[in-house]
């Protein structure tokens, strides 16, 4: 299955992680499938086949129209789509099929691409991509290759299905945990957003990330943070925002002060926003609860469990 990637990462900057991923991978594919993946890969198999006359990545994910398909094969590409629902990271479009998800990833990709070292030729990795919508923009700003991490089997079937239509082979997605990587040292940008608050050990995390920059290398780190100074985290009780596995949510002083413990020189905290209802809702291709449904009805400041609702920073750091 990952074939493609070992190919490409032959005489590159990864060509370490030749000696270990292919076992891990091999792992990964004899005991950790989920009951449904097999099932995600037989409905990958049924897309319909089209050559999508344009492709589209600077300004947002777009492969192909409309006219590049017949109305049966919309309405099939659309049935099948749904089979991968909850699509939470977008917004793809896809043939002219308006794949409308929970979150506006185009909008936080917006807000932090001013600060950040420019992307041209980089070797990219980024830790909890989701389906990849960010890694494909990643690819818009010219990377050379474009490596994500992420355990979710469900995540991985959605990137299959939007790489069926721009089968690039300079972006791969590695269904792994941070945790699971082995140390590279020889990415130059390491991204890695909305993930530190699902992790029960931020510290070893941040130097986890640390180990797969080369020096000189860049983190864009992004999370949910607190007001307060640097002695100020949140640890919340069972839930946060309906979140179960959320542990450490600190103030953005906490976290500079933290990347300076792990190593890192040149923090900075390039954008902090409170994320908007407009931002993360319910639409037609994730029907389950939303952003709105986390919040205090009588006081949006707050979520369901009284603590402060998500606002969220961007970091950058260098090794
Ligand atoms: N140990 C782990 N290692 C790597 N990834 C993990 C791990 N545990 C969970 N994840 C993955 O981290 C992602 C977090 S979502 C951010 C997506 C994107 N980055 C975004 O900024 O929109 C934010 C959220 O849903 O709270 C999910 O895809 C998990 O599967």
């Not at 309906?242 to 103030?251: G, H, Q, T």
Request: hydrophobic share 40%; with cysteine; charged share 25%.
């Amino acid at each position: 299955m990952f074939n493609a990637f070992y190919q490409r990462i032959l005489n590159s900057k990864l060509q370490g992680l030749i000696h270990s991923l292919p076992a891990l991978l091999d792992a990964w594919y004899k005991d950790a499938l989920h009951g449904e993946f097999h099932q995600w890969q037989k409905t990958l198999k049924n897309l319909p086949d089209a050559q999508p006359s344009v492709l589209e990545l600077k300004d947002k994910v777009a492969f192909g129209s409309a006219d590049d398909i017949n109305q049966g094969q919309q309405k099939r590409l659309i049935a099948l789509l749904k089979n991968f629902m909850p699509w939470r990271k977008g917004p793809y479009e896809l043939l002219g099929v308006d794949l409308n998800t929970e979150w506006r990833s185009d909008w936080k990709w917006d807000r932090l691409l001013p600060h950040i070292s420019e992307l041209k030729d980089r070797t990219i990795l980024d830790v909890g991509c989701g389906n990849g919508y960010h890694m494909w923009r990643m690819l818009g700003e010219g990377a050379d290759i474009v490596v994500g991490a992420d355990p979710s089997q469900l995540f991985l079937a959605q990137f299959q299905a939007i790489h069926k239509y721009n089968p690039s082979p300079d972006i791969h997605l590695l269904p792994l945990g941070i945790e699971q990587l082995p140390k590279s040292e020889a990415f130059d940008t390491v991204f890695s957003m909305g993930v530190l608050y699902h992790r029960r050990s931020p510290l070893d995390f941040l130097a986890q990330l640390k180990d797969q920059l080369r020096n000189g290398g860049e983190l864009v780190l992004e999370t949910i943070v607190i007001d307060g100074d640097q002695n100020q985290v949140l640890v919340p009780g069972e839930r946060y925002a309906k979140m179960r596995n959320v542990w450490f949510i600190p103030s953005c002083d906490a976290l500079v002060h933290w990347l300076h413990r792990v190593g890192f020189s040149n923090v900075k905290v390039v954008d902090k926003c409170v994320t908007s209802l407009d931002e993360q809702r319910k639409t037609e291709w994730m029907e389950n609860e939303s952003l709105v449904d986390f919040l205090d009805p009588a006081d949006p400041t707050k979520t369901i469990e009284g603590y402060p609702a998500p606002q969220r920073a961007v970091i950058i750091a260098t090794k």
